[in-house]
């Protein structure tokens, strides 16, 4: 009965969907995001696609596993990537102050090709893995929701795949653009409901959620906020989702809209946290990144309106990672040429690898925001010196400080590894990521202060 309640909602979400997509789709509007009289999207519109591809489903789950294992600090150490919302508007409006077009056309102006090629490899792995992420949930709640069949997770991921590329590949950013609002208009209706019953229900404890330590200590959730404080600088700018809808509206409009899906997301994550700070303090034993311990402590009404809050968020997110996907390869690598066709390969490219990539095993949601956040930690000092106080920085430095924030990366990605083990410090994984960051920024801020120069 549950999961004919989850599939039966998540497809008429998915067919809605389909029907709000534009019908004719233009190359501006593929990958501009303008409207088919060439409008650039209103600031409601902004914000809650902002909203909504930035608390997708990897994002919730993260929000409600760190709560469950370091309570109010775990939730609250994720809800701390959300202040990328503040500092990536302030990047965006230096960098259009600056008349530059995209953080791509900045870096290029200073440090070429190479500047260029070394961003763009982050942000082809961050794509790479929102795609991974959100379908690697899609598989989990579905292989929760139907135990009984044996491949309902890798139906569900092909399906769910599926349905994504039709319409994303069909209208692009402005496909995207209208999905949100019609996804995240649900999402915060189907949300409101369930933490409507959290909070109502006998056992809840409101000062008990916000004194929580977890089931395993508030410590390492403290040392994740910490990493959250030295990776939020850096954090949006390797965000190519964010970025693009940095530069497709005015200013204004675009400074509003930051300031307006910072606030409503955060309120959403710890909202969500509070889903696994809760089962922590009933002492539910964690099964299946949680949603086997929801099913066994919550109603199954409830259980269902989380799960569909996830699949939609899921969905949310797919769609604008393969258009900022077809971006990237479009207009700023040029592997393709700007027509619907090239960037609807460039979709199909993305969908396929990040598919395959759900048969790996590594299924720690926050592996891959902290790979990818410690990447692109080279943009930190980068973007402190060259666009904050204006100095010209030589190539070599920025280099070296890329070169140490991919190492630190792939560091923290192999710390298993003998080579890596032995030199990283001994303790949890956050506690060497803590320490990662710290020597990664370390390096990248003498390297690009020692190649610093002042203006002509």
């Known amino acids: 009965m549950q999961a004919t309640a989850i599939i039966a909602l998540f497809g008429l979400v998915v067919i809605a969907s389909i029907a709000v997509a534009p019908r004719r789709a233009t190359i501006e509007g593929f990958f ?90 982050v942000i082809a792995l961050r794509l790479l893995s ?121 200013r204004e409009t675009t400074r509003r809209s930051f300031l307006h899906a910072f606030w409503i997301s955060a309120v959403c994550i710890i909202g969500f946290g509070f889903f696994g700070i809760q089962a922590g303090l009933q002492g539910a034993e964690y099964e299946g990144q949680l949603i086997g311990t929801w099913m066994g402590i919550f109603p199954p009404w409830l259980f269902v309106a989380l799960l569909v809050s996830l699949l939609i968020s899921a969905l949310s997110t797919l769609d604008s990672a393969l258009a900022s996907a077809a971006r990237l390869v479009v207009d700023e690598l040029r592997l393709s040429p700007r027509t619907l066709n090239g960037g609807r390969l460039a979709m199909v490219i993305f969908m396929v690898l990040g598919a395959l990539l759900t048969l790996w095993g590594n299924q720690t949601l926050f592996d891959a925001v902290a790979v990818s956040g410690t990447a692109s930690m080279f943009l930190t000092p980068v973007l402190l010196v060259g666009l904050v106080m204006g100095r010209d920085i030589a190539l070599w430095a920025y280099v070296v400080a890329f070169a140490a924030a991919l190492l630190g990366a792939v560091a923290y990605f192999a710390r298993a590894s003998a080579f890596f083990a032995s030199l990283l410090p001994e303790g949890h994984k956050y506690e060497q990521l803590l320490a990662i960051c710290v020597v990664v920024l370390i390096v990248g801020f003498a390297a690009v202060l020692c190649g610093m120069r002042r203006r002509a």
């Open 32 to 121: 501009s995001g303008t409207g088919n009289a060439g409008r650039a999207p209103g600031l409601w519109v902004l914000v809650l696609s902002q909203v909504t591809t930035w608390i997708f489903a990897r994002s919730l789950m993260n929000a409600a596993i760190l709560g469950y294992f370091y309570g109010i600090w775990g939730t609250l150490a994720y809800a701390a990537y959300y202040g990328s919302f503040l500092t990536g508007g302030f990047i965006v409006a230096r960098l259009r102050a600056g008349g530059a077009g995209s953080v791509q056309d900045w870096l290029g102006a200073r440090f070429g090709t190479p500047g260029v090629a070394c961003y763009n490899v």
């Open 130 to 250: 929102e795609v991974f992420a959100n379908l690697l949930v899609v598989g989990l709640i579905f292989a929760a929701a139907l135990p009984e069949m044996g491949l309902a997770r890798e139906v569900s991921i092909l399906l769910v795949a599926a349905l994504g590329l039709a319409y994303s590949a069909w209208g692009g950013l402005s496909a995207a653009l209208r999905t949100d609002v019609l996804q995240m208009l649900v999402f915060l209706v189907i949300f409101a409901l369930a933490f409507g019953a959290l909070v109502t229900s006998p056992g809840f404890d409101l000062g008990a959620v916000l004194t929580a330590e977890g089931t395993s200590g508030a410590w390492n959730g403290q040392v994740l906020l910490l990493v959250a404080f030295l990776q939020v600088f850096s954090y949006p700018a390797h965000d190519p989702v964010m970025m693009d809808r940095g530069f497709i509206a005015d």
